[in-house]
């Protein structure tokens, strides 16, 4: 396992070196977790020209440190307390004959910014830019093993959730229990909070639970994902509550489900990030809903829920394979309610047979 | 209540003044709060010379905000979903006289520095510094009320958790449960991750929760909070599983008992911040336990669950009345676990009964 943390240095390493930097300090958590295995809380990462150092935080007792941390890099806990390690890390620098160090810009404030150029003032600070985030697109099979162990958790979180009695409780009560659901089986904890919307607010999209309780005749949508071992999945799903769905309610989601299986059937490897976008969202504009649609319809999810690529009209490039995606369009109508439909999938090759669903619970209207 | 919005931000806007900067762009989430009364996702707060400005990102259908923003100040919702509403701020400011821009410096991120400089090239960007977190130290009695009511939500999800069958149980579940008590309580939400620390884990300082079941003789660490209108408060319990408490588990808990009692008679107006740490610190030291201790023993806490003061040995200020600190100390022996006890109080000056106590459930040493 270790040897995966050290190839994905080596690519980063490379890739540093062609642009003229003999070392790399990577601040962004998720980053600092794909190339070194673990990030301890605050802990950056030093890719220096001959070996690659973990600088931590002093915490307490010891400088617990986290277990997956990747044993072939050097682990430095700082002395003191209130030391920031991307200092501690340029200033290690210092005595060598490295001239320049990039580092994330789009992650480091300017104020840590100036704390490097002071404590290094003759090591010239380049930006790395996204290059981890664009490495961390394309996933590896142990990667896409864990999506899709969480994606099973979601899946039967939620499934729990259909066979118990929903009239009566509230929004914030259902989240809580899928949230509880998934540890149960095995989730590290939630992807990200939990959404339930029921009636009027169903189909909004990051819509916060509220007190509202689940009334017959209500859509009922959901929005959950599990986190196992730091790879985040995404499932949403809309039902309807009694036995017989109106008949804007049946219109609503027969709609907004053809609209999600053309934005999953375009999964294929080399189609635009634009076009899946378009494909899932021609539907919906055709049938009128164009104006509330959300900014973007899908996007990438990995070691965070939320990630490149951006499934969205302006979005530029190419799926490739292995690439791990949400589609979820979604459609509300102000003081009525709505419908989303979301999934986790993984671009396949057609002749793999397609995208792999990972998000496998029905997409049939169940009335519950 | 939105005049307390207004004089926040007339304050600031003096202190800006007075440095020589006609507006002050403020993105850290917890500051747009603070002074703009809430704080949608992403949203940063323009403090200009004649008008204040909250811009919010676009986001999905009819750039939903957030209802408990200030309605004197003006609301901009950015045209583009890509768009960044800090540069959308500087680029409103183009066309006036204004010279130069106050930002968070400690907050902004090179790149979406530079952004805004490429935006408005002849604006002159200065650093706000933690003028808004220092701001923030005092609270005012509204803010005191509703981390008053906050604590309470706490101590009763904590008690209900203490008439519930303990042993069997997981680390995760216990936390679960207790998060879910917060919110029947009338929590936003919890204001951090519940720790729950069993056995040999207990007394860890920001333990995850594990699978490890509750086991006779245990002690059982608990640290938990609610989130109430945004503000954030802190409990930390110890107790002990089973009728009979070994005598090292009764000598540990009263040595950290009598320190935390230590560190909250330390709390008194004009109290330096480095003072009531060395008066919690001093008998743990005592007692030969200096060396695995945390590097603080306390924190402000308000609109975050870690904000200044920091109480630590070189820290550097003086305690105000009206301040809202935590005081928890705790020693954890490796292989066989420890205790934490954790309180958040309010300095008030001695003439009012001196600090007042928020979390309020026993601290003697139960055995459950």
Chains 1, 2 share one sequence.
Request: aromatic share 2%; net charge negative; glycine share 12%.
């Amino acid at each position: 396992m270790s040897d995966v943390f050290a190839a994905r240095r080596a690519r980063l390493r490379d890739r540093c070196s062609a642009a003229g930097n003999a070392a790399a300090l990577i601040s962004r958590p998720a980053n600092v977790r794909y190339l070194a295995g673990g990030a301890p809380h605050g802990a950056v990462l030093l890719l220096g020209p001959d070996e690659d150092t973990l600088l931590c935080p002093r915490t307490h007792a010891g400088g617990n440190t986290d277990g997956r941390v990747d044993d072939q890099l050097r682990l430095t806990v700082l002395a003191t307390a209130t030391g920031d390690p991307a200092v501690a890390a340029a200033g290690a620098l210092t005595p060598s004959a490295v001239e320049s160090l990039a580092v994330e810009e789009h992650h480091l404030t300017v104020a840590r910014h100036r704390a490097i150029g002071s404590v290094a003032p003759r090591l010239r600070l380049a930006d790395l830019g996204c290059a981890v985030e664009q490495q961390r697109i394309v996933k590896d099979e142990g990667e896409i093993a864990c999506l899709r162990i969480a994606a099973e958790i979601a899946d039967q979180a939620l499934g729990e959730l259909l066979e118990s009695i929903l009239v009566g409780r509230t929004e914030r009560h259902l989240a809580l229990e899928l949230e509880r659901r998934l540890v149960d089986h095995g989730a590290d904890g939630p992807a990200f909070p939990t959404a339930v919307a029921t009636g009027p607010n169903s189909g909004r999209c990051g819509h916060h639970p509220s007190d509202r309780r689940v009334e017959e005749g209500d859509f009922l949508s959901v929005s959950l994902g599990a986190d196992y071992r730091g790879y985040r999945c995404l499932i949403g799903r809309t039902f309807v509550i009694g036995t017989s769905p109106a008949d804007w309610q049946i219109e609503l989601y027969e709609l907004v489900f053809a609209a999600q299986r053309a934005g999953r059937e375009a999964l294929v490897p080399s189609a635009g990030y634009r076009d899946v976008d378009r494909a899932t969202r021609q539907p919906l504009e055709a049938a009128g809903h164009g104006e509330g649609l959300a900014p973007r319809t899908g996007h990438g999810v990995g070691l965070e829920i939320d990630e490149d690529p951006q499934l969205a009209p302006a979005a530029m490039g190419k799926l490739d394979a292995c690439v791990p995606v949400t589609v979820g369009p979604g459609v509300h109508l102000p003081g009525r309610g709505g419908v989303r439909i979301d999934d986790t999938l993984v671009v396949r090759p057609e002749a793999d047979g397609g995208p792999e669903l990972l998000t496998i619970t029905t997409k049939e209207l169940l009335a519950l």
